[in-house]
């Protein structure tokens, strides 16, 4: 991730849930999901107490972040 801001699409492991979320990097190369974590969760029925994996690919569209339940 080159820029310090910018969008990340965000969609569950089966491709059924997909949401466009926004992101910034912090000074220590950290990145913080700002917008549309929140309306990912909801929409992809996802439970607090729940496990998952995170996959983070970048691809010629940008950077995207999978979401298994495992």
């Avoid at 000074?27 to 700002?34: E, G, H, L, N, Q």
């Avoid at 969760?41 to 729940?50: E, I, N, P, T």
């Amino acid at each position: 991730m080159d820029a310090d801001h910018g969008e990340l699409r965000i969609t569950t492991g089966d491709g059924t849930t997909v949401v466009t979320a926004c992101f910034i990097m912090g000074v220590d190369k950290r990145a913080t999901i700002t917008r549309g974590w929140s309306d990912f969760f909801h929409q992809a029925h996802m439970d607090k107490g729940q496990v998952y994996a995170f996959d983070f690919k970048c691809t010629s569209k940008g950077l995207r972040l999978i979401v298994y339940s495992i």
